[in-house]
C-alpha cells in the first residue's frame, strides 16, 4: 500500500511542476494529502470490481491498478493516454481495470456506480463497485436517489465520501448541513466514519463494507475524514487572486498529518518494514514517474479524426 | 402483415428482444404495470430481474442507465412523458452522450430510453412537450420518432440491438392507431426517410404525430390539383438529408411539420439543411409548421389552437406554390 | 375545518363524477382520503404565507382558502377559471392566497419553496412556506437538496408529507427505503409523524412546525400518514385494464378510517357541535358546490389568444 | 467610453443593478469568491442577505430561483459552466418556461441565470458545451449571448431589469477581451441585432465567441476583394429576424457561424428564417459553420479541429460566393 500511495504523490507532484511550468492543458485537480483513501479502499478490490471516480481522479485511478504512463500520457492530452487523449485529466478511466471513470459532473457518479451495481448484482458473481466522493458531491440530490436505490434493490455498492473540508472554495460546513453519514444512516445502511488520513483505518472499515456487500447485504458507506493539501485547481491562484479562502496554518496543520509520513512512520515503528525496503519502493516508484512522463512527452498527439470515430460506436455522428 | 395498434406494436418488439437477448433489461418507473400499454405483460415473462420498476428519481435512472450499460447491459430505460427527460437531463447531456468518446471510446451505451410525447390530450404545459430536438442538439445519442406501427415495431428493435444511445419517441397519443405491420422478424434501419406518399409539386417532410394531419392535408391538396410527395424521416438522429434533399430536388418546393416549438427545431434544421444542400432546385422558400414557442395550454380550444393540423399544413402548401 | 374538509370531499366527488360523465378534459387526480391533511395544516396559515402543492392539489387549494368556483371554472377549462383555462387540474394556483401551485412535476415543490421560503426570510416579516408532497416525491433527490439548504439558511419551511402508501401504482415499500422522517432527522430537523387522517393529530404537529419556522428556529418536517381513496387518477381503469394494484379489502378498511368521519364523530362525541351544525355546514357546503359547478359550466371558453401574451411579461414569445 | 475586459464589464453591470434595486439577489456555487471574476466585490458590497454561496445542487438552485423571483425578488443565479445547466435542467424547463402560462399570467419572473460556455481551453466534454440552442427551444426564457464588453454590460442590465426569465451566456474564454463601454448608465435593447461591420457581398451571422474568428476572416475576405457585413443577433431569444433579413436583403448572400453543435442549433434556426423570409434575396446557398455533431474531446489540437475559426468561415464564405 505504501508504494501505491507514493506513486500517487510522485505521479501528482509531477504533473503540479508539469502543469506550472505550462505543459499541460485543461484544469488539474490534485489529490495530494487524501492518497490513504483510495488506497485503502481499492487494495480490497480485484479487476472485475468497479469503481466510480470524480473530478480528482488520479489517485482512484492508480489505486486501482491503472498505467501511471497511459494516465500521465492522457493528462498530456495526447493519443497514448489512456482514453487517447479525448478525455485528460479530469476524465481518466480504464474499463480494463474496472476504473469506469473520473467525471466533471459533481455527483455524476453515484447513479453511475448504481447501475454498475446492478449489472454487478444480475451478474451474481459477488462483484462489488464503490462510488468514490466528496463531501460537496454528498449535497447533490442523486446521492439520495442513489441511497434509495441501492438500499430497496439491495446492490453491491460502497460509497465513500471523501470529506476533505472543501467543497471547491467554500468550507464544508457552509454548504453542508449535519453529518453525511447520517443521510446514509436514515436508509438504514452500515455506516463508517474513519480517519482519512490513516490507511489502515479505511483499510479496515473497507475490509468489512466490501465484505458487506460482497455477500449480498447491500449498501455499505465510509465517511473518510481528510484534507487537500492542493488548491482545489491547479490554476486557483491564477484567477482567485488577493482572496485566500483557508490559512497557510491550517495547510501546515494537515502536512503534518501526512497519510504517507504517518503511515511511513507507522510501517517503521511497528518493524513492518525497515527504511532500506522503503527507500527501495520510492526508488522504484521514482524510476516508474520519470518512465510515465518519458511515454507521456514522447507520445503523438491526439488524433484529430478520432472524435469522428468514438462519438458513436459503428456509426458517424 | 397484420393491423396492430401502435402500442402493440412497440409491446410485441420489446418481447421480441427480450427473449432473443438475455442481456436485454428494462427499468423505470411504474414499468410493471404499465401505463401506457406498452410494457405490459413484460414482468410475468421476464421476471423482476430484468424488469423492475423504480423510485421516481429520474436523475439517478438516466445514470443508473449509463452503469449498467458500461458494465455490459442492454438497457431499456422508461422516462414515462417526455418532460421528465428534463429531470434526468444531466445525466443524458453529460453521461450519455458523451462518455464513449470522453473514454475514449472504451465503452459502448447500448441504451433505449423511451418517452411519450405530444399534445392534444389536454395534459397541460408540463406533460406535453415534443423535444425530440433538445436531444438532436446533443450529439450524442440518436433519435428515433416512428409515425406508425410498423416503424415503431422496427425502430425499436433496430434501437435495442443497437450498440448506441437512442431515444425512442413515443407518439403517446396516438397509441390506439392501427396500421400494418409485418409478421416476420424485421428491422427498420436509422437513416432511411421513408416516402409514405409519392408526388410530384411540393414535398411535406412531417415528423411522427404530424404524419396523420399531413395525410389529412395531402387528401385536400389532391382535391385542389396538387400533388405532395410526403417525406417521413423516421430517424432524427441520424438524419437521412440525401433522401429529403432528394425530394425537393423533384418538387423543388417544401414544407417542414414538426410538433416542436419552432425555434431551434426538427422543422429548422432540416429546412437549414434544404436551403444548403438543396438550394439549387427551390422555386420557393422553405415552410415551417410547428407548434409556436409557447408551452401548451391546458384548455381544449386553446391547446388544439396552437397544435399544427391540416389546415396549418395546406396554408404552408398553397403559401410555397404561390396560391 | 370540518366544513373545509368536507367542501374539498364534495368538490372533488363532484369533479369524479364529471370525469366519468366526460366533462373535464386531462387528468383529474383526487385528495379525497388526505383532507385532514390540508385543512390541519393550512389552518395555521394566513394568505401571505405560502403553500406548494403537488398533482394532487385540491384539497390544498381549497383548505388555503382558494374559491371553489375559480377552482372548478378552471378544472373545466374555462376563461374565468383561477389560471384563465391554462392550466388545469394540475396547475391550479391562486398566488394572492399564497398558493403558489399544483405542479405536474413530482418533486417540482421543494425547490420552489424553498426559494419562496428565502423570500419571506428576506421580506423578514415571520412568514412561512408549506411545502405540500407525496411519499413517492420524497424519493426526488431535490428533497434531500432543499432539506439541506434550508437548513443552512435557516429558511421558515415546513416539508409536509402526505404518506398514502402508494407512489402512483407502486407501493411505497417498494420504492421508497427506511423511513421518510428519517431523512429529514439527518440533518437535525424536528419531525413529527402523525395519524394524517386525524385532523387534530395534524392541527397539533403543524402547530408547533409552524411556530419553530416563524420564530425564525428554521425547517421542521411532518410525515402524516393517510390513504388516498380514489385511483392514482380518475382514469386509472381504462387504462389498468385488468390489473389492480391494490385490494378492495384495503380501500374498504381505510374508508372505515376516513377523516371525515372520524372528525364528525369527534365533534360530536365531545359536544363541540350538535348534529344541527353540522347540517348546515353540510347544506351550506352542497350549495357552493352547485354554484361553483354552475359557475364553471357558464363560464366562457379559454381565450385562445392568451397563450401568446402569458408567456413572457410585455413581450411576444 | 473607456475599455474594460467584458468580464468586468458584468461585474459592473451586476454592481450597478444592485445597487440599483435592492430587491436584486444573487445565488450560486461560490459566487461569494468568484471563479470567473464576474462577481468579485459584491459580497462585501452589498453582504450575505443579497449575495449567498450555495451548496452544489443545480437541480434546487433553478427551482429556488422560480420560487423567489414568483415571490417578488429580481433573482440572479450563477450556474458556473454552462453544461451545469443540464444538472438544474428540469425546473428550467418545467418551471421556468412554463409557470407563467400554467398560472394564468399570475406572476412574473424576473431571473438572470448567468453560465459560462465555449470550448477552447482544453476543458474537455463537461466544461465547453455552448448550449444557447437548447434554450432557445424551451419558449419560455430569454437567451442572450453578448460578444464584447459592451453589450455584455447592456444586455445584463436589460435582463436584470426585465420581468421574464434570461439566460445570460458568458463568453467565458473571452473574460479577458477589451472593448469600449460606455461611462454612463446604458442598457442594450433584447431583439435588437447590431452590425458590427458593414459590407455588400455577403453576410456573415455570428453569434457570440464567433465573432472574434468572424472578423479575423472578414478581414482577409476583404483583401481577397470580399465586402462581407457582420451581423451579430446579441440576443437570440427575442431574435431579430427582421435586421437579419435585411442585410441578406442588401448581400444576397449567408452564412452563419455559431459554436453550437450543427443539429438543431441556433445556426440552423437562423437558415430556416431566412430561407423562409429572405428567400426571394437569395443567390447562394445557406451556409452553417458550426461545431460537427460531437462533443469537446480535450487535447488541443483535436478541440482546435472541431472549433469553427476563420479559416472554417473563409471557406463558407467563398463556398456561398461561387468561387
Ligand atoms: C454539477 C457540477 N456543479 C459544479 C461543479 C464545479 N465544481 C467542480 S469540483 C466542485 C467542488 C466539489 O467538492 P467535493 O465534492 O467536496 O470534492 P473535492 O473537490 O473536495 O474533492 C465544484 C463545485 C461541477 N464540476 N459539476
Ligand atoms: C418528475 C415526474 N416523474 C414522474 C411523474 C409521474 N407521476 C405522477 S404522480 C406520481 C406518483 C407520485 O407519488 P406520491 O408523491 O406519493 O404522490 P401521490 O400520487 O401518492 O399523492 C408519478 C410517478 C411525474 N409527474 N413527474
Ligand atoms: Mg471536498
Ligand atoms: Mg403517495
Redesign the pocket.
Known sequence: MYEQMFLIRCVEEQMSADFHAGNLPGAV?LYIGQEAVAVGVCEHLSDTDKISS???GHGHFLAKGGDPKLMMAEVYGKKTGICQGMGGSMHVADFSKGIIGAN????AGFAITTGAAWAAQLDGDNKVAVCF??????N?GVFMESLNVSTLWNLPVIFVC?H?T???FSP?DTVTAGQISDRASAFGIPVEVVDGNDVVAVWQATKSAVEHARNGSGPAFIEAKTY?IHG?LEAEKLFLGGGPYRSDEEIESWRKKCPLKRFRNDLLSSDAACEAEIDDIETRVHERVEEAVKFAQEGEPADENLVFDLMFLGQKP | MTRKRYIQAINEALFEEMERDEKVILFGEDVEISMFGDTTGLLKRFGRNRIRNSPICEATLTGMAVGAAASGYRVVLHMMFSNFIYTGF?AIANQMAKLRLMTGGQIKLPITVLAGYGAGSSNAAQHSDTNHALLMQLGGVNVVAPANSADAKGLLKTAIRGDNPTFFMEAVGRGGEMGEVPDEDFTTPFGVASVPHAGSDVTIVSIGTMLKPTFAAVKVLAEQGISAEVVDPRTLVPLDEDGIVRSVQKTGRVVVVDESRDRCSAASHIAAVIADKGFSALKAPIKRVTVPNVCMPYAPNAEAAVLPGADEIIAAVLAVMGR
Chains 1, 3 share one sequence.
Do not use: K, L, M, W
Not at chain 1, 104 to 107: K, L
Open positions: 485537480h470524480t473530478h480528482r466533471g459532473i459533481v455527483g466522493f466528496g463531501d460537496g458531491a454528498a447533490q471523501e476533505n472543501y467543497s471547491e464544508s487537500r482545489h | 444531466d
